[in-house]
């Protein structure tokens, strides 16, 4: 264990985290140093992002605070979590909605059994569980596709779904990995709002993780710089500006200083690297 | 692509209409010839009959040939269905257990590989007669279920996957809620080529048993007609057996389009 005499003072702030990491590394069975060490405290109900180049260990850093994959050193802490996660124990958290890359959806069965699944998986009564995943469903905008296949949506409702589904167990924390990064930029740019909306909304804790600066900026309070692999912290960079955001932050002076500082901060990670 | 729709979709059925059409009169242009050649050259019956014979002996020998096509379909029947089931649950015990996969997985290809008809003769001393049919029906169907099933079992998207892990789910739910639904397109797949396999092992099987002197299948009759250089009647036979085969493996393509049809890629390409 790496914490010794934590302060009563340590201890009460430490309450107010919803997530927190200590040195956590992550190493490979080849050898592969993935990740860290890292450290990383996020407060309940804020929005960071995690901004690295590929291959820096960002998922890995998710996929670890999920409970998906067991860091090979340091301590972990989520919210919700009794006690915290061991290193090389996997520990999934129910506290947890995670909305992965692809919408990864379910393509055998409708929208809204896709949405009822962690609750189906957590045996709630059938009637209840779909009534929340209808509200969830309205949530994101799609209350009329309940009934429709995933091959029947478009890539960004696929998202919507996905992001639904995230939500229906109603998680003290969303973890998002890199989610709208395979959709034109017009669907980004209106689920990147549509998200802030949500967020506003409901205040979950968010860490999202993506490669771009702008959407970075746009929507975190916070954007956490990452090295190239092993991943570390290069900058940890506050966005503050008036809230609530919308399309004229995007088009201001502040937010492209904000890109600009990010972008800086960026660069070192791609040093050496080939401009592929 | 909505400007190119209508072209594409006229001619798409006209491609599909050709589809039907074309092999019919393949089939018909080689009767005709057959019957043609058969009476010009005055083929006799017992050589090679002519078509019109073949029916007429299926028309006058109903009565032993409906009753020999369905002791084959039966048999073929109770071997798809072992086959089905056997290879389904060695499947999932494969996919619970490495160390059983390991220790088994090697048999079931010797099974594979070993042809049926030198086992047939076997199986017919150690086991009762229309067991060792079944028996043999089995062996030949149930590797492609087993093989198809396993590799459905192990296609399982790598994010579900991590999603069922992520809400605790347990093994119970990840097989019934994931695995299966996700391995259903595979194990149609096989079940498919179950359905021809067990047909062939069944025929196999009844052959090897005639020439001991038993069993009232459709390959017997043969067999039997066979001997008694009764050939319109071997004809009359095979056009049954093959018949069988292609209502087989129509109703089982069927089923697998009727169950994909909502979701799977393979089903939704004949409709769009």
């Known amino acids: 264990m790496v914490e010794r005499n934590i302060s009563p003072a340590v201890e009460a702030s430490l309450t107010a985290l919803a997530v927190s990491l200590r040195g956590v590394t992550k190493a490979y069975d080849n050898g592969v140093t993935a990740l860290g060490p890292f450290d990383l405290a996020v407060r309940k109900g804020e929005f960071i992002s995690l901004l690295g180049p590929s291959g820096c260990g960002k998922s890995t850093a998710l996929r670890i605070i999920a409970g998906l994959s067991a860091p090979s050193t340091g301590t972990v802490r989520v919210a919700r979590h009794e006690g915290s996660v061991q290193p090389g124990h996997v520990q999934p958290g129910h506290g947890i909605g995670f909305v992965f890359q692809e919408p990864t959806l379910m393509p055998w069965t409708s929208v809204r059994e896709n949405v009822r699944l962690p609750l189906r998986l957590a045996r709630v009564p059938k009637a209840d569980a779909r009534a929340r995943a209808d509200q969830a469903l309205a949530s994101v905008g799609l209350a009329d596709f309940a009934d429709a296949y995933p ?23 969303l973890l998002m990995d890199e989610p709208f990064a395979a959709l034109d930029e017009i669907t980004r740019f209106r689920l990147n709002n549509d998200l802030l909306a949500l967020w506003r909304r409901l205040r979950k804790t968010v860490i999202f993780v993506t490669h771009s600066v702008f959407e970075s900026v746009y929507l975190s309070q916070r954007v956490v710089v990452m090295t190239a692999r092993p991943g570390r912290i290069q900058a940890d960079i506050r966005i503050e500006t008036v809230e609530p955001r919308g399309e004229e932050f995007r088009t201001s002076a502040a937010y492209s200083d904000y890109c600009r500082r990010v972008s800086a901060a960026l660069a070192p990670s791609y040093s050496g690297q080939s401009t592929l | 692509m909505s400007a190119q729709a209508p072209i594409i979709a006229g001619s798409s059925r006209a491609q599909r209409a050709m589809r039907f059409v074309l092999p019919v009169v393949v089939f018909a242009a080689g009767l005709v010839a057959w019957e043609l050649v058969v009476r010009l050259k005055g083929i006799p019956p017992y050589v090679l009959p002519a078509p019109s014979v073949i029916v007429l002996t299926l028309i006058r020998d109903w009565a032993v040939l409906s009753q020999s096509l369905a002791t084959t379909l039966l048999t073929t029947l109770e071997g798809f269905l072992a086959a089905s089931i056997g290879g389904i649950a060695l499947a999932l015990l494969f996919n619970q257990s490495k160390w059983v996969e390991y220790s088994l997985f090697p048999y079931a290809v010797v099974l594979q590989v070993t042809p ?23 062996i030949v169907a149930f590797f492609p279920v087993l093989s198809n099933t396993t590799l459905g079992l192990n296609s399982v998207d790598r994010n579900l996957a991590g999603l069922f892990q992520l809400y605790g789910a347990s093994p119970q739910q990840t097989l019934r809620f994931l695995k299966l639904p996700a391995a259903l397109p595979y194990i149609l797949g096989g079940l498919r080529i179950a359905g021809g396999l067990s047909l062939i092992g069944a025929v196999v099987a009844e052959i090897a048993a005639g020439t001991a002197g038993a069993g009232s299948g459709l390959a017997y009759r043969i067999a039997e007609s066979g001997y008694r250089l009764n050939i319109p009647r071997m004809f009359a036979a095979l056009l049954l057996l093959s018949l069988a085969g292609i209502v087989i493996y129509g109703v089982l393509a069927l089923v697998s389009h009727l169950v994909l049809r909502r979701w799977h890629e393979s089903a939704l390409g004949k409709e769009n």
């Open chain 2, 116 to 138: 049926v008809i030198a086992i047939a003769p076997l199986l017919l001393i150690y086991l009762e007669q229309q067991t060792a049919v079944v028996v043999c029906a089995f």
């Open chain 1, 151 to 173: 091959r029947e949506l478009s890539g960004g409702m696929k998202m919507r779904v996905s992001l639904a589904r995230a939500l229906v167990t109603d998680p003290e924390i």
